[in-house]
């Protein structure tokens, strides 16, 4: 039973009672930000009115939980950011669902063989039987398998369904977390709505080589549906690199190249954009940086942003994710805003992008999206 506090306030939508229980969260300093997410995952995960039409609550506040694993956010930034994530959820309904352990009753040779054949007969709960017999004795296999149905099928949403849950399996089920298995069905319930082939084998989607320019193909264009090119892009690449990849395994590359980037162009405009020197000074503290971010200049935003990071990346991460907090509006909040910058610096933190203009556009796109929104 899902009994703690907070989640009575989720699943109760209590927003008074929420706004007291965030008050005295501030007056804690023994706080913990990991655990307030964690108390709140088995919710995030069962979403019931999917308001963007796919799992972005989940995937936006996995990335924060990634961030404060690594001890990108301060204090100040993780209250507010705890505040946004918590209005946000108030605002959805949840289905109070918590997979646990199972006895194996049947266990099966191949059990990714029995987890396909069940899902191309959309018989899901059998699907997950056999998924968590994989997990248990593959889970490397089992997670890079359920990536690849998700890639496959993203052209169809906009890569969302990759996106959404490479965060589910890189900080949930990867490291065994308590709400794994509850992840697990949340994902394979989700592949329910495809009709998979049951002698589905990735090496059918794969491509050999991306062109040289990949990365600034998706990154050209400043709308929603070409942020997701570099969203997909760029999860496809932490995918590469994820501890449990298999450099054998392949990746869908094909079907993303031909149904989003095959026909893109380069965008000059934001090419030479990034090419520009950064006549701008470094903010020497987040209020500065604050008081000089622009909703009405879109160059003046995306070059302060890339000057913080160039100048020092640790204050980047946080004075975006604290401004983009404090300037939450329900009406008009949309999780991409944490989505594509996220995404943007970890391509260049971790060494990702082919060239650093590449690198480059991808955080102008990240920024642009977020002021003409």
């Given at each position: 039973m899902l009994t703690s506090r907070l989640r009575k306030l989720l699943l109760g939508r209590d927003q008074e009672e929420a706004k007291k229980f965030i008050d005295r969260l501030y007056q804690d300093n023994n706080w913990s930000a990991i655990s307030f997410i964690d108390e709140m995952l088995p919710l995030l995960l069962f979403q019931s009115n999917l308001k963007y039409g796919n799992f972005h609550q989940v995937k936006m506040t996995l990335q924060i939980r990634h961030l404060l694993r690594l001890g990108r956010l301060s204090p100040p930034t993780q209250r507010e950011v705890m505040k946004l994530l918590l209005n946000e959820c108030l605002r959805e309904s949840r289905i109070n669902v918590q997979a646990g352990e199972i006895a194996l009753a049947e266990r099966k040779d191949e059990p990714l063989t029995s987890m396909l054949q069940e899902l191309s007969n959309h018989s899901l709960h059998n699907a997950f039987y056999y998924a968590l017999q994989a997990f248990e004795e593959n889970p490397d296999r089992l997670q890079e398998l359920l990536l690849a149905l998700g890639g496959v099928y993203g052209p169809e949403n906009l890569g969302h369904s990759l996106s959404c849950f490479f965060p589910v399996i890189e900080e949930i089920v990867n490291s065994n977390h308590p709400a794994s298995k509850t992840a697990l069905l949340s994902y394979i319930l989700y592949l329910g709505r495809y009709d998979i082939p049951a002698d589905f084998d990735p090496r059918d989607y794969k491509k050999e080589d991306m062109p040289d320019n990949a990365l600034r193909l998706a990154t050209s264009g400043e709308d929603i549906v070409n942020l997701h090119h570099m969203i997909t892009l760029v999860t496809y690449r932490?995918?590469?690199?994820?501890?449990?990849?298999?450099?054998?395994f392949p990746l869908?590359?094909?079907?993303?190249?031909?149904?989003?980037?095959?026909?893109?162009?380069?965008?000059?405009?934001?090419?030479?954009?990034?090419?520009?020197p950064l006549n701008i000074d470094m903010p020497e503290n987040y209020e500065e940086f604050k008081k000089s971010f622009s909703y009405e200049d879109v160059e003046q935003s995306t070059f302060l942003v890339r000057k913080a990071w160039q100048e020092a990346p640790e204050k980047a991460w946080d004075w975006i994710f604290r401004l983009y907090a404090e300037n939450y509006q329900s009406d008009n909040w949309n999780p991409h805003f944490y989505t594509g910058i996220y995404l943007a610096f970890r391509l260049i933190e971790?060494?990702?992008?082919?060239d650093r203009l590449a690198a480059e556009m991808a955080v102008d796109q990240a920024i642009a999206y977020y002021v003409k929104s």
């Open positions: 932490l995918w590469e690199q994820a501890d449990f990849h298999d450099e054998n869908p590359y094909r079907i993303f190249f031909q149904k989003r980037l095959k026909d893109k162009e380069v965008s000059n405009k934001q090419l030479t954009r990034v090419q520009k971790e060494g990702l992008a082919e």
